[in-house]
């Protein structure tokens, strides 16, 4: 990796480009020309007079440089696919993994934006300002989402050296406040480096009806649209082939960020008959036999042996035989959802061999962005209605929803006992930063140009923060000093590079902290120190255990007592990577602060949406659920047969929708599936009318109710009353989002097909959410009318 020589800036810098601007006017032959690259031909009066030379201002990357794919699995533990001993096949990956290298003591920093940033920017992820998830943002270097410029990211680096970059799949690296249609754009895709963006902006999206960006315009997806795997490896395959079509020479940079395998675990029932039946032995023999192909495979020392559960993971033959036929259910969808994604990225990479540039591409594939999640708890996560069920109840309701598994009806999360099962063979899973479960995943690296071991495995230790540092040593790359006139800060990763060509080169990545929520460790040279840090505890109290990977690599012997100078070593070498990478001041996580900051729309009391906005979803939609607020719709009533949705909120299983019909106002919510209507008990008026609803949330926790007003120009036309199970607005899928003039995807209501465009003038729609204190004081005022 080459570093260009600093550029210097006279302090007068001023008024020396004054003096030269006065020089330039009276010297035409040096006119007209960027002081960066200057002209050297000559400049007359006339052409025949004239010298010309070509000034090249688009760099261009060397002859033969390679094209890049970077790929990212979402949510997957180091024991689930095929390619490292797991039962899950991906072929396609495995045939990257054949023919080039596995490196089996390679690691994440433990959860998603995090990994996300250090992996982009070959720095630490608090060193980038992305301690935490986007959401979870706090006003500290470490924890405020706002990555800096001066440390740029591995597409700003590429463009430099002449390619051309494309981002596919999830992004969440955005600042939360910055995820809407108005930007500012500068920490979007398009604003750091990439050419084209193509994909989500927050940390999930549904499989079916996924949140869908092209650069900085929001899609509109159709109901019936592809998977969301297909639609991201088509458009890989597109930009892919618009490049070379238009400029075969030059070499591209793709980075392929998947959905999958973050809930929801959703996939075609074609991909999930293929596993019916496969994990019917249980999580436990699951570990056993994946244990054993990964000691074929040589990705886990010989003498390797299980850690215990832990964490309340039962074991599988102390299940009763619902239970185990419910999970087993689970583990198929999940495996089935992985297996069709690698079938996508396999057809990026045939695609690529189709054209000829698959011998002359370099490759990555990050097995998991951290270890397997355990969001599914004990018993999985189908949907919102089944999930509130419990004991057999709920068994009975997951058994009988076999037709609904992994369709935009469900929102699947498998049970914590199969997370532990795809960490094979190491203990507890993502977001435990401080644990190998959280963060050891594995890595592929494929380059016919430099890999003459195929098929070989590395155990060099390594960060995903070293993927970029490797990647520009391979294709000899320059990271210049200044980018977009901000200079640079050293990236903080090492490379990889030497190991791809010696089994036996030494570990250069020697020191590494972690740290998420509290919970923190160390490596240095083989020896681990680390932490579990309980939400509201006294970090100073946490108390610390040792381990020595280099004998003991999946943490099963705690030596803190044994050496506790060791231990105190590390200590104090953590103490210093914080400070110096910004992990101080130590925070806990929870959900409820990550609620507070999940939408753009978070601390706004009122907000005016105008026709034609695009559909809000995500993060960049209002959080409805538990708040009172009011809907002000203005429109001109004509002609008295105007129809339409005024206002709507998700759709698929919930959501609520404000609309004229048959010369009435009417209103559904839908809730589980089962719709509501209130009618208006008066005609429409003519002119410009104001359209209102009023809805309210009284009390709070179980036993709240609420009431659902209808207003016509300040003038009650209906109104009913809800209890607690009735006050719901979006269920947890909220990929509907929120629309302005239509019903976009799923229709709230049965009255009418998706959009029901308003044939009106609308003018404008105003939400205002009001403080319990003004809710309280609203109602009552209604009352009194």
């Known amino acids: 990796m080459k570093r260009r020589k600093k550029r210097t800036t006279h302090p007068n ?26 002209f050297k031909g000559h400049i007359g009066k006339t052409l025949e007079e004239s010298v010309p030379y070509k000034i090249t201002y688009n760099k261009k990357a060397a002859p033969g440089s390679p094209n890049i794919v970077w790929i990212l699995i979402d949510d997957a533990g180091f024991g689930a696919t095929s390619a490292f001993g ?106 750091r480096g ?61 980075y392929l960020a998947t959905g999958a395998t973050h809930a929801p675990h959703q996939v075609a029932k074609e991909w999930i008959d293929k596993y019916r039946g496969k994990f019917d032995m249980g999580w436990d023999k699951y570990r056993e036999l994946v244990l054993e192909k990964q000691k074929k495979l040589g990705v886990v020392p010989a003498n390797a042996t299980l850690p215990p559960r832990g964490q309340d993971v039962k074991a599988w033959e102390s299940l009763t035989a619902k239970e185990k036929k419910a999970s087993a259910k689970f583990m198929e969808v999940y495996a089935a959802f992985y297996s069709y994604t690698d079938y996508e990225i396999g057809r990026v990479i045939n695609y690529l061999e189709q054209i000829d540039q698959l011998e002359n591409t370099l490759i990555f594939v990050v097995l998991g962005d951290n270890g397997a999640s355990k969001a599914g708890a004990q018993t999985g996560n189908l949907n919102g209605e089944i999930n509130q069920l419990k004991g057999e109840e709920k068994l009975d309701a997951i058994l009988a929803a076999g037709d609904i598994m992994g369709t935009d009806l469900s929102h699947m999360d498998y049970p914590k006992g199969w997370a532990m099962a795809a960490n094979t063979p190491f203990q507890y899973w993502k977001s435990d930063a401080n644990a190998e479960g959280g963060t050891h995943n594995p890595l592929i690296v494929y380059y016919p140009k430099a890999i003459k071991d195929k098929g070989g495995v590395r155990n060099q230790y390594g960060h995903v923060m070293d993927v970029l540092p490797t990647t520009l040593e391979l294709i000899h790359a320059e990271y210049p000093d200044t980018i977009n006139g901000y200079p640079q800060e050293p990236i903080e990763g090492v490379s990889l590079a030497d190991a791809l060509q010696h089994a ?25 120190a680390e932490t579990w840090h309980k939400p509201g505890g006294n970090f100073d109290q946490d108390v610390w255990e040792l381990y020595h990977l280099s004998n003991d690599f999946n943490e099963q012997v705690d030596l803190s007592a044994k050496y506790p100078d060791t231990l105190k070593a590390l200590q104090n070498l953590f103490d210093q990577q914080a400070w110096k990478y910004n992990v101080y001041p130590l925070k806990d996580f929870t959900s409820a602060r990550l609620a507070q900051n999940r939408s753009v729309y978070s601390k706004v009391s009122q907000l005016t949406l105008y026709p034609g906005v695009d559909n809000l979803v995500g993060v960049s939609t209002p ?76 009390g709070a926790g179980k036993g709240r109710t609420g009431t659902e007003t209808l207003y016509i120009n300040d003038e009650k036309v209906g109104e009913r009353n809800l209890s607690d199970g009735q006050l719901q607005i979006v269920s947890e899928n909220r990929v509907d989002g929120t629309d302005v003039g239509r019903d976009l995807h799923a229709a709230v209501a049965d009255k009418y097909q998706s959009p029901f465009n308003f044939s009106g003038n609308l003018h404008k729609v105003s939400v205002n959410f009001l403080k319990s204190k003004d809710a309280a004081a609203s109602a009552n005022a209604d009352t009194e009318e």
């Open 86 to 191: 797991g039962l899950v096949e991906t072929p396609n990956i495995e045939k990257l993994a054949n023919n080039g290298l596995r490196f089996s003591n390679f690691h994440t920093t433990g959860i998603c934006s995090p990994t996300r940033a250090s992996l982009l920017t070959g720095r630490n992820h608090h060193s980038v300002h992305m301690g935490m998830l986007t959401p979870a943002t706090k006003d500290f270097p470490g924890y405020d989402t706002w990555m800096p410029f001066e440390k740029a990211n591995v597409a700003e680096i590429l463009r430099e050296n002449g390619y051309n970059t494309f981002a596919v799949g999830k992004w969440h690296q955005t600042p939360v406040v910055e995820n809407g249609q108005a930007g500012p754009f500068n920490r979007w895709p398009l604003g």
């Open 504 to 528: 036996d080169a030494p570990d250069k990545h020697k020191v590494q902290y972690y740290e998420i929520s509290g919970s923190r460790a160390i490596y240095r040279d083989g020896w681990k």
């Open 194 to 254: 990439f050419d084209h963006f193509y994909g989500f902006l927050p940390g999930a999206t549904d499989q079916w009806h996924p949140e869908l960006w092209e650069d900085q315009t929001k899609l509109d997806i159709e109901p019936n649209a592809d998977h969301l795997n297909k639609l991201l490896a088509d458009k890989a395959i597109k930009y892919i082939s618009n490049q070379k079509s238009v400029d075969p020479e030059k070499p591209f940079f793709l």
């Open 13 to 38: 810098g001023f008024l020396i480009g004054w003096f030269l601007v006065g020089i330039f006017a009276a010297n035409p032959t040096y006119a007209q020309h960027s002081p960066q690259q200057p």
């Open 623 to 698: 959080v409805y659920n538990g708040k009172s607020f009011d809907v002000v719709a203005e429109a001109s009533i004509i002609t008295g047969k105007e129809q339409g949705v005024l206002f709507a909120i998700g759709g698929i299983k919930s959501g609520i929708s404000l609309f004229i019909q048959d010369g009435k106002l009417q209103y559904a919510h839908k809730v589980d599936d089962q719709v509501q209507y209130l009618v208006a008990d008066k005609v429409l008026p003519k002119g410009r009318v104001r359209f209102k609803l009023a809805y309210r949330v009284n």
